[in-house]
């Protein structure tokens, strides 16, 4: 689940039919304007081809390598903080997923982190102090 291809087209066969099945996926950090009219071109074509049009909303679910991947830290760094409770994660069997709305706090919590640390270098070499 590394990217989020916007119009995936599938095509499904059997012996006795073959049919195309078209299916829209957005990208839930980044929902443009541009995204949101797709989805509103891809319903409307959907239904006027009189096709079932089925709308599913399914929570995304990152693995702590992709975590570690989309923040540039380590897999072991992830496992660390989900170990000390600082990124929750949900156990799938015996594995670790977090959650996109926790990824998502917990990129920005970093990002504090590491404005509130550099914050006085930057500081120093912006003003000279």
Do not use: C
């Not at 195309?20 to 950090?29: E, F, K, V, W, Y």
């Amino acid at each position: 689940m590394t990217g989020w291809p916007v119009v995936i087209p599938q095509v499904a066969t059997d012996e006795y039919t073959e049919a195309m099945t078209d299916t829209l996926t957005l990208n839930p950090g980044h929902v443009s304007d541009s995204d949101l009219a797709a989805l509103a071109a891809f319903a409307t074509e959907q239904v006027s081809a009189g096709k079932r049009l089925t709308v599913i909303a399914e929570d995304v679910l990152l693995t702590p390598e992709e975590v570690a991947q989309r923040l540039n830290l380590s897999r072991t760094t992830i496992r660390r903080r989900i170990a000390d409770g600082e990124l929750k994660s949900i156990k799938v069997g015996t594995h670790h997923r977090i959650p996109y709305p926790e990824y998502q706090r917990f990129a920005h919590e970093l990002m504090v982190r590491f404005a509130q640390a550099s914050g006085a270098d930057i500081e120093a070499e912006l003003f000279g102090a």
